[in-house]
């Protein structure tokens, strides 16, 4: 709820598909045990859980709630609090006239949990598109299986690229998901002139977070600087303090700049000066933004991190082993000198191909509708 992809494709959905979509979703609160236990009593007194619109202003239009939740619960109590909780916010979801004929999960950790529970009790069939990584280290065995009985109940069940789908089969033998890639906007994205600059743009879009590769990245531009390369660096991303002493540390500080937020429409404006895209990504599910990248006709340089590989072809750019920081300068060094090589057009065209506003309409109808 917090990011736009999911309200970007329900608008899209909702314009195209003659679909009318509202999101029901719960956040989880820290709870001390004493107040846990009476919320506990309390749900079971109650027919309905209040929801509200202002929680997250959005369209569609979403409905939230909170839910308690205490580390010293069990977690088979908290699931069973948690489903109770979701239904009677759907009941009261009920209650405001609007009645869904599909419940459209966006993960099964946990709303695949919510959405195959509310399904089973309401008789309305389920669907979900997993989004998310599919580990279940951090999880209980109980909240786990449910998870993966979801997969098995939904009546569609997606995953967003080929590795994603891989690693949903691995854990659940019986699922077959279809690959949906996320929806990217061709709209939105524009091709550019990048002769004018003078220095060579590498761009990066990451959060400080060790699977995003970011030391990678950084130490591969220090390996271009020791070379005696001409280029300049952008990173957007949270994490501003961290960022800055990496750079620092490696002598880099006079060659790029971090960007700390940007608004949604100036993310293609940061696109339109860069000459090269550079994702260092441990693991993708998917990879919005090096998609983002090549519908404004970047190459893309790469890790072998899953998702994106979808998308890499030799005419795209380079795969690269993860946490290799010589071999990510050295592919950025091939880009850089080969450029011309790199078609614009064949590079948004591929994109737009694999997850662009008709590839992903044709893809979603036939989700909802098998």
């Not at 369209?59 to 619960?73: I, K, L, M, Q, S």
């Not at 919510?114 to 989004?131: G, K, W």
């Not at 271009?224 to 390369?229: A, C, R, V």
């Not at 998917?286 to 979808?310: H, K, Q, W």
């Amino acid at each position: 709820m917090n990011g736009s992809f999911f309200q970007e494709q329900a608008r899209f959905l909702r314009g195209n598909a003659d679909l009318d979509i509202e999101v029901l979703y719960g956040e989880k609160k820290s709870t001390p045990l004493l107040r846990w236990i009476w919320i506990f009593v309390h749900s079971w007194l109650k027919s309905t859980w209040p929801i509200s619109k202002e929680k997250v202003k959005q369209e569609p239009t979403a409905y939230g709630f909170d839910f308690p939740a205490n580390r010293r619960v069990p977690d088979a109590l908290q699931i069973h609090l948690e489903q109770r909780i979701y239904w009677k916010a759907y009941q009261s979801l009920l209650r405001t006239g609007w009645k869904p004929n599909l419940i459209h999960a966006q993960s099964g950790m946990d709303a695949g949990i919510f959405a195959n529970h509310i399904s089973n009790r309401a008789n309305i069939p389920f669907v979900l598109i997993e989004h998310q990584v599919v580990i279940f280290h951090h999880y209980s065995r109980k909240r786990a299986n449910l998870v993966l009985r979801s997969y098995r109940n939904a009546q569609s069940l997606g995953a967003v690229s080929y590795v994603h789908k891989r690693q949903i089969i691995m854990h659940e033998p019986k699922c077959n998901p279809l690959v949906i890639p996320n929806l990217v906007d061709e709209t939105k994205f524009m091709l550019s002139d990048r002769s004018l600059f003078s220095s060579f743009q590498i761009l990066a879009i990451m959060y400080f977070h060790n699977i995003k590769g970011f030391r990678t990245f950084f130490e591969a531009l220090k390996n271009l600087k020791e070379k005696g390369i001409d280029f300049k660096f952008t990173v957007v991303g949270k994490g501003g303090h961290f960022f800055r002493q990496e750079i620092h540390n490696l002598g880099l500080s006079s060659h790029g700049q971090l960007i700390e937020e940007l608004e949604r429409n100036e993310i293609a404006e940061i696109f339109a000066k860069s000459h090269v895209y550079v994702c260092s990504s441990d693991f993708e599910t998917f990879g919005i933004a090096p998609r983002e990248a090549m519908m404004c006709g970047l190459p893309v340089v790469s890790t072998a991190n899953g998702g994106v590989e979808d998308s890499i072809t030799p005419e795209i750019g380079l795969i690269v082993p993860i946490r290799d920081s010589q071999a990510m300068s050295e592919a950025i060094l091939r880009v850089m000198k080969n450029y011309s090589k790199f078609s614009q057009k064949a590079i948004r065209e591929l994109a737009i191909s694999q997850c662009g506003r008709k590839t992903f309409l044709t893809r979603m109808t036939k989700f909802y509708v098998q």
